[in-house]
C-alpha cells in the first residue's frame, strides 16, 4: 500500500503491484536520475525504488550542512526567472547526467545513446547503504536502502564519475 502518492495532488491510499508503471523510467532510452546530497547520500526528495534509479548525481539537500559556500546544503544553479542562485532538487542532478552523456557522446562519437548510459553507469562511483536513511532526524527509516547490482538499489549503479567514463 501507498498513501503518500500521488505528489501532485490529493495522496490517498492505493495498492501498488506489477501493473503500476513507473513513469517516466520503464520508458525505453530514460535514464532515471537520483539526487545526492553534499555527504553522498541520496537527498530527502529524492526518488529511490528498486529498478526506479539508474544513476545518481549531485543535486544538493538542505537537511544536510555543507561547508559548500551556500552553507546549506543546496549547490549553485540557473533559477527560475533566469539568473543564478542556491538551489536542490533532482532538476540539479538531471543536468550532471546529461552532460555527462553529451562528454562521453563527444569522445566517443560512435556510441549510441544507449552505450553512453551504460558507460556512465559501469564507470560510477559504487554507494553503499546508509546505516539509517533518516532524512528528517527523527529516528525512524524513511526509506529502505536495497544495494545491488547495477540499476536495482538504492543509488541505481551509484554516483556518475564524468573523468572515469570520459576516459574510458
Not at 21 to 37: F, N
Not at 41 to 55: A, M, W
Not at 60 to 86: C, Q
Request: charged share 15%.
Amino acid at each position: 500500500m501507498d498513501d503518500g502518492s500521488p505528489n501532485n495532488g490529493t495522496a490517498g491510499p492505493r495498492v501498488i503491484n506489477q501493473q503500476c508503471q513507473d513513469m517516466p523510467t520503464e520508458i525505453k532510452g530514460v535514464v532515471g536520475v537520483s539526487a545526492l546530497g553534499s555527504t553522498a547520500v541520496k537527498s530527502y526528495y529524492s526518488n529511490y525504488g528498486v529498478h526506479v534509479t539508474d544513476i545518481a548525481a549531485p543535486g544538493g539537500d538542505s537537511r544536510v550542512g555543507s561547508d559548500a559556500p551556500s552553507g546549506n546544503g543546496r549547490i549553485y544553479s540557473t533559477v527560475a526567472g533566469g539568473g543564478w542562485g542556491w538551489a536542490q532538487g533532482t532538476s540539479m542532478a538531471s543536468p550532471h547526467v546529461a552532460g555527462l552523456v553529451a562528454l562521453i557522446r563527444s569522445t566517443h562519437p560512435e556510441y549510441t545513446a544507449d552505450q553512453a548510459a551504460r558507460a556512465m553507469e559501469e564507470q560510477a562511483i559504487d554507494l553503499s547503504c546508509p546505516q539509517l536513511y533518516d532524512t528528517n532526524g527523527d529516528g525512524t527509516a524513511d526509506a529502505r536502502c536495497q544495494g545491488g547490482p547495477s540499476g536495482v538499489g538504492f543509488y541505481g549503479a551509484g554516483m556518475i564519475d564524468a573523468l572515469a567514463a570520459v576516459t574510458q
